[in-house]
């Protein structure tokens, strides 16, 4: 159970029509937690301040597939023309300060220099561990500056969240910005359009 994104890509007509090109449940995007509330502001998660594209309702010139109206399995819509996604800054914070519950998972490189692997709800075995090294039982938020904890090969700390930390650029949405991508070549970058709804 639970809440599943659905939706359409758009383009736009000589004559100014909206009409579908793709459906996005062809891309197999599931639920998408992070990436919904991150994007779309559907979801609530703890963090995320300024979503991209914050529940902006249906466009009035939608095509005909897109629902409009808000029911049970149609709500929460939003959209984005490929002009704003394509200018979208996605290292931009989406809030104001340090994330208190999540802390990015730095792990060695290739040439053995430490990167961002992953962004993970704080393990206890760390809170612990952090616990231990700063003397007080802390929310990551709350660590002292430069503060890191180490655990099993993996260096922990603290992060303000970006938009690529829940939509990489190879992750599950590439295939999506992809395709917008190629009709916007050959419709403009205004003329193609994501429209999301939820249920």
Not at 50 to 78: I, M, T, Y
Not at 148 to 161: D, W
Request: aromatic share 12%.
């Amino acid at each position: 159970m639970g809440t599943y994104i659905d939706g359409v890509i758009e383009t736009r007509t000589a004559g100014g029509a909206w009409e579908m090109k793709l459906d996005l449940r062809d891309f197999d995007l599931g639920k998408a937690r992070d990436a919904r509330a991150c994007l779309f502001g559907y979801g609530g998660i703890v963090g995320v301040e300024r979503p991209l594209f914050d529940q902006r309702g249906w466009p009035e010139d939608a095509c005909d597939e897109v629902p409009k109206e808000c029911d049970e399995l149609n709500h929460s819509h939003s959209y984005a023309t490929w002009a704003e996604i394509a200018a979208v800054d996605w290292d931009a914070p989406l809030s104001d300060g340090l994330d208190a519950n999540r802390l990015g998972e730095w792990r060695p490189g290739p040439d053995g220099e430490l990167v961002l692997d992953d962004v993970v709800w704080a393990p206890i075995e760390v809170l612990d561990a952090a616990e231990e090294l700063f003397g007080e039982d802390l929310f990551p938020s709350e660590w002292p500056p430069g503060g890191e904890a180490h655990l099993n090969g993996s260096v922990y700390r603290p992060v303000v969240l970006t938009a690529r930390m829940f939509v990489p650029p190879d992750g599950r949405w590439a295939p999506v910005w992809a395709s917008m991508s190629a009709l916007a070549a050959e419709y403009g970058d205004e003329n193609v359009r994501l429209v999301v709804w939820f249920g």
